[in-house]
């Protein structure tokens, strides 16, 4: 996920507050406009003249990069091609592209599957700026999603579930990945749905049991208990299609559960799974094409949107090892 600034050379100060209303991380500006524009946002704010630029137009000029960037922030000119970046994220952790279009940003973002270290925007690519920030810096890559088959749906008593409000409005079809093992989740839909006696609640995923792991950023998981106001969130679209988002609030409280259990055909035989949710009309799964499903009229033979993985984590990271959670 790259860090985002945007150049503003020429100086505007529209352009500057468009900026910072789209989330960049900094801004890079005549040194005569650092004072005034650090007082506009908390984020970085850097005098044009401190930040070097690089033209790769030989081979030498990687070598011109490498040692300029070990000094401070330095740039690539636009105009880069990819193989040179790759050899310079070969030998740098700090390899910062100016970009002067979505495209480009996009491109400069999926280099050596990690992408560059930071993306620099140029005026030419304001009125896509929100674009780049929402798909450079939110998205992710995107979950395999396959369809399971509710085999049992039982009442268990009462228990801990956690209620993630976050600071995001989500539509309909998007929720958090949930379950008993961190190798078979469901996709556990947002409370975008109202009825007549429930309003909608489109920035809250009651998510499960305390217990139970979610699928965090960057292929990491955690406990639903871990949670926190602060703590970033990964979202997932029915599509598979994922974005960042923050907790705002946690709510744990003692609700009657039920134990949701499914299966998956794979080409290894059947993998099964189960989640543990609050037995309420609200709480939803999801059914292939994003349709939410309510938890209360789950039935046996109902297919829902599921992610399945190889078993094996530790503080939350992938490790290999033989674990068998049930």
């Not at 990819?82 to 390899?95: C, F, G, K, T, Y």
Request: charge should be negative; glycine fraction near 8%; proline fraction near 4%.
């Amino acid at each position: 996920m790259p860090a985002i600034y945007f150049k503003a050379s020429p100086f505007s100060k529209e352009e500057v507050t468009l900026a910072l209303e789209s989330g960049v991380d900094g801004l890079l500006v005549p040194a005569d406009k650092v004072e005034l524009v650090a007082g506009l946002a908390r984020c970085t704010v850097l005098a044009l003249e401190d930040v070097p630029c690089v033209a790769l137009q030989a081979k030498e000029d990687e070598a011109v990069y490498l040692e300029k960037s070990r000094q401070g922030l330095c740039t690539l000119a636009r105009g880069w091609e990819i193989i040179p970046i790759e050899n310079l994220l070969a030998q740098s952790d700090a390899v910062y592209t100016e970009v002067g279009s979505l495209e480009e940003a996009v491109l400069a973002s999926g280099i050596l599957e990690r992408g560059v270290t930071g993306l620099v925007v140029l005026p030419e690519a304001i009125t896509e700026l929100k674009t780049i920030v929402s798909q450079c810096k939110l998205s992710l890559a995107s979950e395999h999603l396959v369809e399971g088959v509710v085999t049992s749906v039982t009442q268990v008593g009462l228990g801990h579930r956690v209620c993630c409000d976050t600071i995001s409005m989500l539509h309909r079809g998007q929720g958090m990945l949930v379950g008993n093992s961190s190798d078979f989740t469901f996709l556990v839909h947002a409370e975008t749905e109202q009825n007549e006696y429930v309003a909608a609640r489109p920035f809250r995923i009651n998510a499960g049991a305390v217990h139970a792991y979610t699928r965090l950023p960057h292929d990491r998981t955690c406990y639903l208990e871990e949670l926190r106001a602060g703590s970033e969130v990964q979202i997932v679209e029915s599509t598979g299609k994922t974005l960042i988002t923050t907790v705002g609030r946690v709510k744990i409280e003692v609700r009657p559960m039920l134990l949701v259990k499914a299966s998956v055909q794979t080409e290894d035989g059947e993998k099964q799974g189960a989640v543990f949710l609050q037995n309420a009309e609200t709480i939803r799964l999801t059914a292939p094409g994003g349709i939410p499903i309510s938890v209360v009229n789950l039935k046996p033979g109902d297919k829902v949107l599921c992610r399945i993985d190889e078993a094996g984590r530790h503080f939350g990271m992938r490790i290999k090892e033989e674990i068998a959670e049930v």
